[in-house]
């Protein structure tokens, strides 16, 4: 659903605290870790599914930020950025300050009943280098609704103070031992999991209000490779906490660890499948059904100059006003169709619906059959035909929805051909000018940088379909090119010279292209780019995607030859040059899920395969998660092993309750690369043609009539 | 370090806690996006579709009050189709009235999407008492229809003489008492005697927004 995508500086996450105003609370407290629990140690609860939560706590020498996602009702994942002052010596880099990319999962394998805790599995930092790496078993029983205790056993982390032997080497002597910082981080430790010691912890949660609850535990971690440098001194496994829940859902905690050492955190729970403003706060839509008063309007009254093009004038503005762009128009019988292309609303099918409301409200009486057909770039993707007579009847119908649905007609537009095309409806010329804010995560010496400038797109379509496109961009202030990262790559550095690209440009030109969109056939689209495609890399590339109307899956493929850039970003080329492309597979599971495969060829050379899935509720908000393996050993690769990453992303009119097809998203890359790193090309069909397939438009049909 | 996740937290706590705060950070947020979003028309100008029915005079016209949000305004008829008509306000958000009773809202930001009043109309209108059912389907969240049956009680409370804009006017009192297994409501509306037909009400329009008030009034 989107077709601009922004990126903000913050982690998404942190900018919902502020603007979603109304509470959406889950009743879940969340530990230092970012994930449910108590001060430090997990329960067995879960959030409520699909919740979101996102946690900054800060103790003694540990600052930790945590997005935590409940991806499924039993499943929470959860991705953190840590940092540990002090926890090398001070001759060391960074001072000895240690930052880390850690990720957990947690399966409550049993849900509590009146006499049985819920009980639940989890791994912390199971992909990283492995400092915060535990495994746990715990179990939560609820007495009354105020009281929660809490028992478990861990591993790794938590087997410090009264550590016993692993009860697992009944099974094999293998876990008695674990090993440690093994390999390059990022790959899964499973050598490693439930090995080792063993210990237990435990604690109590009481709810003393609505506002506050109290938490105590006992922990079992010594923070043993923290206190040597850091002076974190813990002289008590007992954690003591107290949290407050503001009125707007934002939750304070304070607390004690070891006895000595005091911290703080927050903590936010976001609700994605609930929109800030439900319904939306734009205009209401005009009610149809007067068709005698339309027979008397001066556009379809022939005595007063009315006929075909000044219907054709009346449509046109309406359509305007309701941010949809008139491209054609026929008339004939009692059938009429408008084609139109999108630039407002964040759910086509309200967009179908407005575009049919507004032909119903304008067009003479005996016009029965209403045909819209959405265009993108000037190329005919689907084609949604209602009969006048039923928006007519349903639409104030209480279950006008799933009526106006079942009589709706779904169809590919492939065949629709350029009959009544507005005079000017080509050629178009877009401009937008404004700011921009460019990110760089992750960076040990500054792990939030960013570049602040302005931006200028420009868009120029002389004829459906054919698009000559660029963005330039000049940054103002930022940090980005302060950095002192230098590529040490050991295969071809496609993507980690981006900080000499920051520092070697001035004004740059992001893109600039001439593309061409088409329909080869019934249920097939094509797409041919030429230019400098992307910051990094120019060239030329085509794509071919299949995708009927009311299928789950879609099947598509991508050959493109592309040169190196310049790192001044502006037109000429460095010798280094690549063809790469991917065969995809698209597949809408249902539940909101969606999942990717692309198998290919990537930008360093290397052959391999990316796998995505997304959840994305039906009102937009999406998060997904990729990850790419390919023939570059993980040795080669460097840190992290494997390309790897989070995405996230929030319809602007999620958050402001007016229509728009504007998204905030941000993709988070633990360390970025150069193995398994993909072309960037403007306009991949599957993201063009996906919104206006059926199975979009049905999901979002309970707009039509909105 | 501490100290500024602190401060930067905060500081976007309070910003949700305030409406005109909210405002400005929607405005932000377009700014950031590079949004071009639908320009706020100058200040005492109506939108072309709103300054149309203003322009005429013969349009009714009706007094709302939002109980919830302490607002009130004056909406103008914009039609009637099947019986059902539309008031429009001028900030374009719309409430659909059916006999007087709400039948649907439009952009007030939750969205009673739908009603189904067939039965209560009858019982109201004609002053009995008796059990009828009503159906409501709202627009939730998650941009999906949500469609609640309600078991309601209309009485007949009695007359009495309310004072509007349009002067004052003998009426009889009806409430609707109504119950779903999760939400309750109590409808009140005053119809008068000279002309049959509800002339104020307060009406349950969902969860988020609590109670509307209407009220005839004059241009």
Redesign the interface.
């Known amino acids: 659903m989107q077709e601009?995508a922004?990126r903000?500086v913050y982690a998404a996450g942190?900018?919902l605290?502020?603007?979603?105003?109304a509470s959406s609370l889950s009743g879940q407290s969340l530990t230092t870790y970012g994930t449910p629990g108590l001060i430090e140690m997990p329960t067995a609860e879960v959030m409520n599914d699909g919740e979101l939560a996102v946690t900054?706590s800060?103790f003694g020498p540990n600052?930790r930020y945590t997005a935590a996602f409940q991806v499924l009702p039993r499943v929470y994942g959860s991705f953190r950025y840590s940092k540990i002052s002090n926890i090398g010596p001070s001759t060391a880099r960074l001072g000895g300050d240690t930052f880390d990319r850690s990720f957990d999962i947690h399966f409550q394998m049993l849900d509590e009943t009146k006499y049985r805790p819920a009980v639940a599995v989890g791994l912390r930092d199971f992909l990283g280098t492995g400092i915060l790496s535990s495994e746990y078993v715990v179990a939560t029983k609820s007495f009354g609704s105020n009281i929660e205790v809490t028992g478990g056993m861990g591993w790794g982390r938590l087997a410090g103070r009264g550590s016993f032997s692993n009860p697992l080497s009944i099974f094999s002597d293998k876990f008695d031992t674990r090993n440690k910082g093994s390999n390059t981080g990022g790959q899964l430790e499973t050598g490693n999991w439930f090995r080792g010691e063993a210990a237990l912890f435990g604690g109590v949660k009481w709810k003393i209000n609505d506002k506050a609850t109290f938490f105590a535990e006992y922990s079992p971690d010594l923070y043993t490779r923290e206190s040597v440098n850091t002076g974190i001194d813990i002289a008590s496994p007992l954690n003591f906490g107290l949290e407050y829940r503001?009125?707007?859902?934002?939750n304070l905690k304070g607390f004690v660890v070891g006895g000595k050492e005091v911290g703080?955190q927050?903590s936010y729970v976001i609700?994605p499948?609930?929109?800030r403003?439900?319904?939306?706060?734009?205009?209401?839509?005009?009610?149809?059904?007067?068709r005698n008063r339309l027979a008397i309007a001066d556009w379809n009254n022939s005595e007063k100059g009315g006929g075909k093009d000044a219907v054709q004038r009346v449509l046109k503005s309406r359509l305007a006003a309701d941010g949809l762009a008139l491209q054609g128009f026929t008339m004939s019988g009692t059938q009429a169709t408008v084609r139109v292309e999108n630039d407002r609303w964040d759910?086509e099918a309200q967009a179908a619906g407005r575009a049919a409301r507004v032909m119903a409200e304008t067009l003479p009486p005996e016009i029965e059959e209403l045909t819209v057909v959405f265009q993108s770039n000037g190329m005919p993707i689907s084609r949604i035909v209602t009969q006048r007579s039923d928006l007519?009847?349903l639409?104030?119908?209480?279950?006008?929805?799933?009526r106006t649905l079942a009589r709706a007609d779904i169809e590919d537009a492939h065949d629709e051909s350029r009959l009544g095309e507005l005079e000017d409806a080509f050629p178009v010329f877009e401009t937008?000018f404004?700011?921009?804010?460019a990110t760089s995560f992750f960076d040990p010496d500054s792990p939030l940088r960013a570049d602040l400038g302005v931006?200028l797109k420009l868009a120029y379509r002389p004829t459906a379909g054919l698009t000559f496109a660029g963005q330039f961009r000049y940054p103002l202030v930022g940090n980005i090119a302060d950095s002192d990262r230098v590529s040490n790559s050991l295969i071809e550095p496609v993507r980690t010279n981006a900080v000499r690209y920051a520092q070697q440009s001035d004004l740059e030109i992001n893109n600039l292209t001439a593309e061409y969109m088409f329909r080869p056939g019934k249920d097939l689209f094509g797409r041919v780019s030429a230019g400098y495609l992307e910051s990094m890399f120019g060239g030329v590339s085509a794509e071919l995607l299949w995708y009927p109307t009311s299928s789950r899956l879609a099947l598509g493929a991508e050959i493109n030859y592309v040169k190196q850039r310049d790192f001044d970003m502006l037109f000429g080329f460095q010798s280094y040059d690549v063809v790469t492309g991917h065969a995809s597979a698209y597949y809408d599971f249902g539940n909101g899920f969606f999942g990717q495969l692309d198998v290919g060829r990537y930008l360093a050379g290397d052959y391999g395969a990316t796998v995505s899935i997304d959840r994305e509720?039906?009102?937009g908000f999406k998060i997904g998660g990729y990850f790419t393996l390919t023939d570059v050993p993980f040795d080669t690769f460097g840190e992290g092993s494997f390309d790897k990453g989070l995405r996230v992303e929030i319809p602007?009119s999620w958050?402001?309750?007016?229509p728009?097809r504007?998204t905030?998203s941000q993709k988070i890359q633990p360390i970025t690369r150069d193995g398994g790193a993909r072309l960037i090309v403007e306009n991949r069909l599957y993201g063009v043609v996906r919104d206006y397939r059926g199975k979009e438009l049905s999901d979002?049909w309970?707009?039509y009539?909105? | 370090m501490i100290t500024r996740v602190l401060a930067s937290f905060l500081a976007l706590a309070l910003l949700g806690a305030c409406s005109s705060a909210d405002r400005l950070v929607d405005r932000g947020i377009a700014i950031a996006t590079n949004d071009p979003g639908q320009k706020p028309l100058p200040k005492g100008q109506f939108p072309p579709r709103f300054a149309a029915l203003v322009a005429d005079t013969s349009v009714p016209l009706m007094v709302v009050t939002v109980e919830s949000r302490g607002q009130s305004g004056r909406l103008l008829l914009e039609n009637t189709v099947n019986g059902i008509e539309t008031w429009l306000s001028a900030d374009m958000s719309a409430l659909m009235i059916q006999n007087g009773m709400l039948q649907g809202t439009r952009g007030v930001g939750s969205e009673l999407f739908a009603a189904d009043i067939s039965e209560p109309i009858g019982l109201i209108l004609s002053g009995s008492t008796g059990y009828t059912d009503r159906f409501h389907s709202n627009l939730t969240g998650d941009d999906k229809i949500s469609t609640r049956t309600y078991r309601c009680l209309v009485e007949n409370k009695g007359p009495t003489v309310i004072n509007l804009e349009t002067g004052s006017i003998p009426t009889r009192v009806m409430t609707e008492d109504c119950k779903s297994l999760d939400q309750s409501f109590t409808n009140t509306y005053w119809v008068s005697s000279n002309t049959g037909a509800i002339v104020q009400a307060r009406q349950w329009a969902g969860s988020e927004l609590g109670y509307i008030k209407t009220q005839d009034g004059i241009r």
């Open positions: 601009r922004t903000i942190l900018l605290v502020g603007i979603t105003g900054a800060a600052f503001f009125k707007n859902g934002v703080a927050l609700n499948a609930k929109r403003v439900p319904g939306g706060l734009e205009n209401a839509p005009r009610s149809v059904g007067q759910v007519e009847e639409q104030f119908d209480y279950d006008g929805s799933w937008s404004g700011p921009y804010i931006q509720f039906n009102n602007l958050l402001t309750g007016k728009s504007t905030v979002g309970a707009r009539l909105r």
